[in-house]
């Protein structure tokens, strides 16, 4: 990381009693929170719990309201139905100033004219605070972020990293009990980016403020978060914590955008102990049926994980002979696409440690799954 060698990790270090007083977290309620501009809903009838302390994050495509309702929370977009409250009290109608959050932004929304503890310093001054109690409160801040080395330089002589480092300071620095990130990360490369969210992640456990994040980035939202709560037009279509909605997607949209799925479509044949026989175009599979009850003659659409799937298929798989369209060899793993007898594609990754060399493209494979890698979805 480009800003390790000067600044260090986020972390708590002498000072953290002081920095941390205050900094439980509140709880957050939406009732019926809706949106509108003109005729397009931006968010549409929204009901969600924080709980106090919770990293949650939304995550959507581009244009499913999560900044919106980010926005919203922070006061600067005002609701056209609905209610917030943060501990059982109704803040929809303060001003951002009086919700007393904590907001950092993707661009950091640094003053450039400022130095480091100066911009740190800046919600401080806006609330009148004394000048020893401003100092000392700073220096906490910088400590908490390792950025004390770095107090009298100005933002354009920052990384990327160390400005986001700057903005975090600034936004917990009068000590929030709810703090608003919205795509803090996403103007940092990759491997930079990975190393932050474990740090934010560290740091927000021993703070214990809430968070609330808004991403567009899967892998940033399963890494960091308690709970996610995906949206899309609008509306949250499912909450939960990372590895349930990963395994357990309640939609095909859920199953597609976090993470990769094949989906396979198909019609209930027979049922016998939790067992369901589904036909297909490519011949009959089994899939153990899990929350999602299964009635005979219905149509179904499964979601089949790429890493569930194997080349070699073992006694009791579902078992499709299979073309090799595509190999890509990608360090840690390869992806395959393959081609069924019936025309549909599907995608394999393969752990580079199970295989002796990776299938040659064209070559006719034997792919298998066990009947509990499938999971039923909703269709969109």
Do not use: C
């Not at 801040?141 to 300071?169: D, F, M, T």
């Not at 080349?311 to 990608?330: H, K, M, S």
């Amino acid at each position: 990381m480009a800003d390790v060698t000067v600044a260090g990790s986020i972390g708590v270090g002498h000072s953290e009693a002081a920095a941390v007083v205050g900094a439980a977290g509140q709880e957050v309620r939406l009732y019926g929170l809706s949106k509108f501009y003109g005729d397009f809903k931006a968010l549409d009838d929204i009901d969600l719990t924080v709980a106090p302390g919770e990293f949650l994050t939304l995550l959507g495509p581009s244009g499913s309201g999560k900044s919106t309702l980010l926005m919203a929370l922070a006061g600067f977009v005002a609701p056209s139905h609905g209610d917030i409250f943060v501990d059982g009290r109704s803040i929809a109608a303060l001003q951002p100033e009086k919700r007393n959050f904590g907001v950092v932004f993707q661009g950091y929304a640094l003053f450039p004219h400022m130095n480091v503890a100066d911009n740190i310093a800046y919600p401080l001054r806006v609330r009148g605070l004394p000048r020893d109690e401003i100092e000392a409160r700073v220096a906490d801040a910088l400590s908490l972020v390792r950025l004390e080395p770095l107090a009298k330089r100005s933002p354009r002589q920052l990384s990327g990293g160390q400005q986001q480092r700057v903005a975090l300071a600034r936004a917990l620095v009068f000590r929030p009990q709810v703090l608003l990130l919205d795509e803090p990360m996403g103007a940092l490369d990759k491997k930079l980016r990975h190393e932050l969210q474990l740090e934010l992640r560290q740091l927000h456990k021993r703070l214990g403020t809430t968070f609330v994040n808004v991403t567009h980035d899967q892998e940033e939202a399963m890494a960091m978060s308690d709970r996610i709560a995906i949206m899309r037009a609008g509306r949250i279509v499912q909450v939960g914590a990372p590895r349930d909605l990963y395994d357990r997607p309640e939609s095909r949209f859920v199953a597609d955008f976090l993470g990769k799925s094949n989906f396979i479509d198909g019609t209930v044949s027979a049922l016998d102990r939790g067992i369901a026989l589904i036909d297909t175009p490519d011949g009959a599979i089994r899939h153990r049926v899990g929350d999602r009850p299964l009635v005979q003659g219905d149509p179904v659409l499964l979601a089949l994980r790429p890493q569930q799937t194997r080349v070699t298929a073992v006694p009791g798989d579902n078992a499709w002979a299979a073309t090799v369209e595509a190999a890509i060899f990608l360090g840690t793993h390869a992806e395959l696409t393959v081609v069924t007898g019936s025309g549909m594609r599907l995608a394999v990754n393969l752990a580079m440690e199970a295989i002796d060399a990776l299938p040659a493209e064209g070559a006719t494979i034997t792919i298998g799954w066990s009947d509990s890698a499938t999971v039923a979805v909703l269709p969109d």
